[in-house]
């Protein structure tokens, strides 16, 4: 089945327009843009407001933009009170370090997967400072799907104004393959539209 999935992906990413047309955003000023494979950051973008996340609820030395951080907190904290642990295991990532994360994927398991698996420097949502990957205690990102905390993320997220960024069957939209761990700060304006119309944040965009 998997391969199946990957074989698919393979010719949807060889018909698609992703990384043709690339749209460059310089110094971004709401939250609700877009940086995905047709939009991207420039290699000196960082975020003037990062802060770290509180060890609490994340591994060390994870940094979010100050909103998002908060509002982080406020939903780990919650959670936490209803028995539901919520670990932050990847927030904010320079240019360097995502571009060094591509090129690992690229020299292990080629171009395709790399583009499937990973996004390229510029192009991924964790240099925003806004996006966080998070797991339950046992720290397993790929597994959280399984987990209880994943349905109380699924239907509480956007309360703090967070986004389950990459839904299922939506790679068409996103660029970017099914991942039940990963987040986006949206704002909790955003995110109850978001949540309540079942879209995508592309979707979202272009609707507004
Ligand atoms: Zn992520």
Not at 145 to 167: C, H, Q, S, V
């Amino acid at each position: 089945m998997e391969k199946i999935i990957y074989i698919l992906i393979l010719i949807m990413l060889e018909n698609s327009n992703f990384y043709k047309d690339v749209n460059t955003i310089y110094s971004p000023t709401s939250y609700d843009f877009i940086v995905n494979k047709n939009n991207k950051l420039t290699s000196d973008y960082v975020p003037y407001d990062l802060e770290v996340i509180d060890t609490k609820y994340s591994l060390e030395g994870k940094y979010l933009r100050k909103d998002a951080k908060i509002a982080f907190e406020n939903m780990a904290s919650d959670a936490k009170a209803l028995g539901f642990n919520i670990i932050c295991v990847s927030a904010y990532r320079s240019y360097d370090y995502q571009e060094k994360l591509y090129n690992n994927y690229v020299k292990d398991k080629g171009f395709y997967y790399a583009d499937m698996a990973s996004a390229r420097a510029g192009h991924s949502e964790h240099q925003t400072g806004l996006a966080i990957d998070v797991a339950n205690s046992s720290l397993d990102y790929d597994n959280f799907e399984d987990t209880k905390e994943f349905i109380w993320m699924k239907n509480n997220a956007y309360k703090y104004g967070f986004i389950l960024r990459y839904p299922k069957a939506k790679f068409h939209i996103t660029g970017f393959k099914y991942e039940p761990w990963h987040y986006r700060y949206v704002g909790e304006k955003i995110a109850k539209d978001i949540f309540d119309k079942n879209i995508t944040l592309e979707e979202y965009k272009k609707n507004i």
